[in-house]
C-alpha cells in the first residue's frame, strides 16, 4: 500500500473514531441526566427550534441526514409531543415542522448537558486550535463535496 493511502485511511479512521466516541459519550451524558433522548433526536430537535416552519427536507439538509431517517426522527418526536407537525396554508403538500412546548423543555434541560459536554471535550485545546480544527473541518468537509458551512 502506497504511504498517501495509508495517510487517507488514518485520517478518515481517525475522524470516523472521533464522531462515534463523542456520539457514545454525549448519549451517555444523556441517559445519566435521564433526559430519554437519543443524540440524533437532539440534534433534529435543536435544528427544528432554529427556525420557524421548517420542511423535513430541509431539515434532513441541515443535519444531513437522509430523508427517511428524518421521517423515522420526525415521528418518533411527534410521538412524544416534542414537536408538532402542521400543513402549510401556502403549498398543502408541504409539511412545516416546529418544537412544542415540551420540546423547549426537553432542549433546554438538554443544553446544560451539552454544555459540560462541549467544555470537557475541548478542555485540552486552546482558542486557537479551536478555531483552526473548526477551519480544517469545514474544509474538508467542502472537498468531500460537502455544501454550505454552518
Not at 5 to 29: D, F, G, K, N, P
Not at 30 to 35: E, G, I, R, S, T
Not at 79 to 85: E, Q
Not at 102 to 123: H, P, R, S, Y
Request: proline share 1%.
Amino acid at each position: 500500500m502506497e504511504k498517501g493511502h495509508t495517510r487517507s485511511y488514518s485520517l478518515i479512521y481517525l475522524l470516523e473514531r472521533t464522531l462515534r466516541q463523542t456520539r457514545m459519550s454525549l448519549q451517555a451524558a444523556f441517559n445519566k441526566a435521564d433526559l430519554k433522548i437519543s443524540v440524533d433526536q437532539w440534534i433534529v430537535l435543536t435544528q427544528v427550534a432554529k427556525t420557524l416552519d421548517q420542511n423535513q427536507n430541509v431539515i434532513a439538509k441541515c443535519v444531513a441526514k437522509d430523508p427517511a431517517s428524518i421521517t423515522r426522527i420526525v415521528l418518533l418526536l411527534e410521538n412524544r409531543k416534542l414537536i408538532k407537525r402542521t400543513v402549510d396554508k401556502k403549498d398543502k403538500r408541504n409539511v412545516l415542522v416546529n418544537v412544542s412546548p415540551i420540546g423547549e423543555k426537553l432542549l433546554n434541560a438538554c443544553a446544560t448537558e451539552v454544555d459540560l459536554f462541549k467544555k470537557n471535550a475541548v478542555k485540552s485545546l486552546a482558542q486557537d486550535d479551536l478555531n483552526n480544527l473548526k477551519t480544517m473541518l469545514d474544509n474538508l468537509f467542502e472537498n468531500c463535496g460537502g455544501g454550505e458551512k454552518d
